[in-house]
C-alpha cells in the first residue's frame, strides 16, 4: 500500500510541475505575442501619422520630382540636388524620434529617395508592401535583430518595424507615392521581454501556490484511497473464499464445502450418536434441455430447481450444488427412515408443477438417492458415492422416485461402470446389429414391410436388448452416431431385400429425441436414401409422442421438411403419452402405432377395446393408418380384423429376426396369410351355400 501511495504522489508532483513550466511558458509566450502584436499596429499608426506630416510639409516641393524621376537615368538620378535636399529635411524632420530610415518610391515602383544611397533608382514593383500600399493599404512587418544604414550610419542588432504608406495629396485622390518609414522599436521589445518575465513568475508562484494547495488534497486522498484499498483486499478477499466455497450460479455450498459441511455434520451425529442422512438429487432430462435450448435456458432451470429445493429443506438441513444437475442435501438428526421418505416424496413433489423457460413449459423429474450413517457408510467421500449410486439406480427404474442404497448398488454400479466403458468401443468394433420384425398389411394379407430394431452384441454377455443399453447411449451422446448407423445400415438392407424379392418393402427406424435435436438429421436421411438407392416413400420413421411434446415447434418442422422428401412417419406407442389432438391434426404423420399395452389385453379389457376403437376411429377420421403393436394371439387378430385396423406387428407372426432370416421368413408368413385367407373365404362361402 505504500508502494501506491508514493507513486501516487510522485506521479502528481512530476507532472504538475511539468505541467507548470508549460503554463509559464505558454502564458509568457502569448504575452509576448499579444504585447508585440498591439506594439505593432500602434508604431505602424505613428509611422502613418509621421508619413502624414511629412508629406504635408515636403511632398508639395519635392511632388513633380518624385513622379518624373522615372524618366532620369539611373547613374545621375543619386546626384540630383533634390535627393540631398530631401535627406536634410527629413532628417531635420526625425530629429528626436525612433525613426531609422525613410523610402520614397514614385506609383512606378522606382525608389527615388532611401536614406541607403546604395538603394536609389532600385526597382519595388513586385514587392508585397508596396503593392499593398499602392492599393491604398497600410503594410508593416517587424523584424528582429536587424542591420540597418540609418542616416547616423550602419546600425547592428536592431528591432525595426517598417511600414508602407501611401501619399495622398489631397482627399479622395489617388496614391501619388510610397513612404517606407523604418521605425526603431528595440526599446519597447527590451520592456516587453521585462514584463514578460514579470508575468511567468507571477504566473509560476500562483501554479506553485495551487500545485501546493492540490498536493495536500493528494495527500489527503491518498489517505482515503489506502484505507479504501485495505477494505476492498479484505472485501476481495472475502468473495474469493466466498467464491471458492460457493457454486458461481446458485451460491450454493460447492462440492469442497459440501464435503466440509457433511464432515461436521457426521462428527455431531457420532458425538451425539444420532442418524443422519443424505439425499443425493439428479435432475432427469436436464442435459437434454441444456443441449437443445442452450446454457441460459438450462441456468433458469437450475435456478428454479435451487428455488424448490431450498423451499423444502428444514431449518437445520444443507443443500449444495455438486454441479451441473446434481444437488445434496445434508439431513441431519433423523428418528427413522419412514422421517426420510416422507422428506423425499416432499422433494419430488415440488418439481410436479412444470418450469417456464421462454415460453416453454419444461417438466423435470428427479431422481434422488439416499444413503443413511451410520447404516450405508460412516466417510463422506463414501457416503456421497452411494447416495449417487441410489440415485442412479432411481433413474434406471423410470426417474421420478427415491432409492435408498444398500450394498447390491455396489454390484450395480460396477456393471454400469463395465457397460459404459463398453459400449464406446462398441460401435467402432462393430458390435451394433439389427433384427427386424415383420409388419403384416391385412387389407394385401402379406408381408408390406418391418421394423429395425437395434441388438448390441455384447463380448461376454451376449446379444442385449435396447432396455440394457439405450439409455447408456443418451447419456454419452453415442445414440448420434449409433442413430445415423441405424438409418443407413437399414435402408441398405431393405433395398437389398427389394431386389431379391420384397419388392415395395417398407422399413421403419426409430427416432429418439437427441436424433430429432439433432442439427444432422436431415442430411443423415438424404444421404442414407441416396446410397442406397431406397425411394423414400419406402423408409418410415417413428416418433414418440413425448418428443412430439418436449419440442413440438422444433418437431413440427423437422417432420415437415421429413415429409418434403417423401418419407412416411409415425407416431409409435400411441395412446400412452400426452399428445394432444387439436396438435396431432397438424402433424404430417402417416401412421399411428397403437402401443401393446392396449393390444395384448382387447380381448379380455372392454376399456382397451374401446381405446383401440376410438383411435383407430380417430386415425380413420384424419386418413392416417394404424398399426397395432404385440399380437400374440389368433384372436387378437381376428379382432383388429374386424376393427378395420391397417397393419398389424408381434410375435404372433414372427419375432425380431437377423437380417440372414427375414426374407424366407417374409415369404413363409405371406404364404400362410395367403392360405389362411383363402380357408377363410372358402369356409365363408360354404356357410352361405348351406
Not at 144 to 159: H, L, P, S, Y
Not at 162 to 189: K, M, R
Not at 517 to 523: F, G, R, V
Not at 583 to 595: I, N, R, S, T
Request: glycine content about 6%.
Amino acid at each position: 500500500m505504500a508502494t501506491n501511495s508514493f507513486d501516487l504522489t510522485r506521479t502528481f508532483s512530476r507532472r504538475s510541475l511539468v505541467g507548470i513550466l508549460m503554463v509559464a511558458v505558454l502564458m509568457t509566450w502569448f504575452h509576448r505575442w499579444l504585447a508585440v502584436d498591439a506594439m505593432t499596429q500602434n508604431e505602424a499608426q505613428n509611422n502613418v501619422q509621421l508619413t502624414q506630416v511629412l508629406s504635408n510639409t515636403i511632398w508639395p516641393r519635392y511632388a513633380s520630382f518624385i513622379t518624373t524621376a522615372s524618366s532620369l537615368p539611373y547613374e545621375t538620378l543619386s546626384q540630383q540636388g533634390e535627393i540631398a535636399s530631401l535627406r536634410r529635411e527629413l532628417a531635420e524632420k526625425i530629429v528626436g524620434l525612433h525613426i531609422l530610415k525613410i523610402k520614397i518610391y514614385n506609383t512606378d515602383g522606382l525608389t527615388v529617395f532611401s536614406t541607403d544611397p546604395k538603394q536609389i533608382g532600385q526597382s519595388k514593383l513586385d514587392n508585397p508592401g508596396f503593392r499593398a500600399a499602392l492599393s491604398g493599404q497600410v503594410a508593416s512587418e517587424i523584424t528582429f535583430k536587424n542591420q540597418i544604414d540609418t542616416f547616423e550610419g550602419v546600425r547592428a542588432d536592431r528591432n525595426i518595424i517598417f511600414s508602407y504608406i501611401p501619399i495622398y495629396p489631397y482627399p479622395n485622390s489617388q496614391v501619388a507615392g510610397i513612404f517606407e518609414v523604418y521605425a526603431d522599436v528595440t526599446h519597447l521589445l527590451g520592456k516587453i521581454r521585462q514584463t514578460s518575465y514579470i508575468v511567468a513568475l507571477g504566473v509560476t508562484f500562483l501554479l506553485v501556490i495551487l500545485y501546493l494547495f492540490l498536493l495536500a488534497v493528494v495527500r489527503q486522498a491518498d489517505g482515503i484511497i489506502r484505507t479504501h484499498k485495505i477494505e476492498e483486499r479484505q472485501t476481495q478477499n472475502q468473495v474469493m473464499q466466498h467464491l471458492a466455497r460457493h457454486d458461481s450460479l446458485t451460491d450454493l455450498p460447492n462440492r469442497t464445502h459440501m464435503l466440509e459441511r457433511l464432515d461436521q455434520a457426521l462428527e455431531r451425529a457420532r458425538r451425539t450418536n444420532t442418524r443422519l442422512a443424505l439425499l443425493y438429487f439428479n435432475v432427469t432430462r436436464f442435459r437434454i434441455i441444456n443441449d437443445s435450448l442452450g446454457h441460459e435456458a438450462g441456468d433458469m432451470v437450475l435456478m428454479e430447481a435451487t428455488l424448490r429445493l431450498t423451499d423444502c429443506i428444514r431449518g437445520g438441513d444443507t443443500l449444495g450444488r455438486l454441479g451441473g444437475d446434481e444437488f445434496l442435501v445434508i439431513v441431519e438428526n433423523i428418528s427413522s427412515v419412514d422421517q426420510v421418505a416422507t422428506l423425499a416424496q416432499r422433494h419430488l413433489a415440488a418439481f410436479l408443477e412444470p418450469i417456464e423457460v421462454n415460453d416453454r413449459q419444461l417438466v423435470l423429474t428427479p431422481s434422488i438417492g439416499i444413503a443413511l450413517f451410520p447404516e450405508d457408510a460412516d466417510r463422506a467421500e463414501k457416503l456421497i458415492e452411494d447416495a449417487g449410486a441410489a440415485a442412479l439406480k432411481a433413474k434406471d427404474q423410470g426417474r421420478n422416485r427415491f432409492v435408498f442404497y444398500t450394498e447390491s448398488l455396489n454390484a450395480s454400479s460396477l456393471e454400469r461402470l463395465e457397460m459404459e466403458t463398453a459400449i464406446h468401443n462398441a460401435l467402432s468394433n462393430g458390435e451394433f446389429l439389427l433384427n427386424y420384425q415383420p409388419r403384416i398389411s391385412i387389407s394385401a394379407q402379406k408381408v408390406i414391410g418391418c421394423e429395425a430394431l437395434l441388438r448390441w452384441q455384447h463380448p461376454q454377455k451376449g446379444q442385449l436388448s435396447p432396455d440394457h443399453f439405450i439409455s447408456l447411449l443418451e447419456e454419452t451422446d453415442l445414440i448420434i452416431p449409433v442413430g445415423e448407423w441405424i438409418i443407413r445400415e437399414a435402408c441398405r438392407q431393405c433395398r437389398e431385400w427389394q431386389l431379391e424379392g420384397l419388392a415395395g418393402l417398407r422399413v421403419s427406424v426409430n427416432l429418439s429425441l437427441r436424433q430429432c435435436q439433432s442439427e444432422t438429421l436431415l442430411e443423415t436421411v438424404g444421404q442414407a436414401l441416396a446410397d442406397t438407392g431406397l425411394a423414400a416413400s419406402c423408409l418410415e420413421l417413428e416418433i414418440t409422442e413425448s418428443v412430439m411434446a418436449d419440442e413440438m415447434q422444433h418437431t413440427l418442422t423437422l417432420l415437415k421438411q421429413l415429409k418434403k422428401k417423401g418419407i412416411l412417419l409415425s407416431i409409435d406407442d400411441f395412446g400412452t403419452g400426452y399428445s394432444s389432438l387439436s396438435h396431432l391434426m397438424h402433424f404430417p404423420v402417416d401412421h399411428l402405432k397403437v402401443d401393446r399395452a392396449f393390444v395384448q389385453d382387447i380381448t379380455r379389457n372392454s376399456n382397451h377395446a374401446a381405446l383401440t376403437d376410438a383411435i383407430i376411429a380417430m386415425a380413420k377420421s384424419l386418413k392416417m393408418g394404424v398399426v397395432a403393436e404385440g399380437i400374440e394371439e389368433e384372436d387378437q387378430l381376428h379382432l383388429l380384423e374386424e376393427k378395420k385396423c391397417d397393419e398389424l406387428q408381434g410375435y404372433f407372426f414372427a419375432k425380431p429376426l437377423p437380417p440372414e432370416r427375414f426374407l424366407l421368413e417374409a415369404k413363409q408368413i405371406s404364404q400362410q396369410l395367403q392360405n389362411l385367407s383363402a380357408e377363410t373365404r372358402n369356409s365363408t362361402e360354404s356357410i352361405v351355400m348351406t
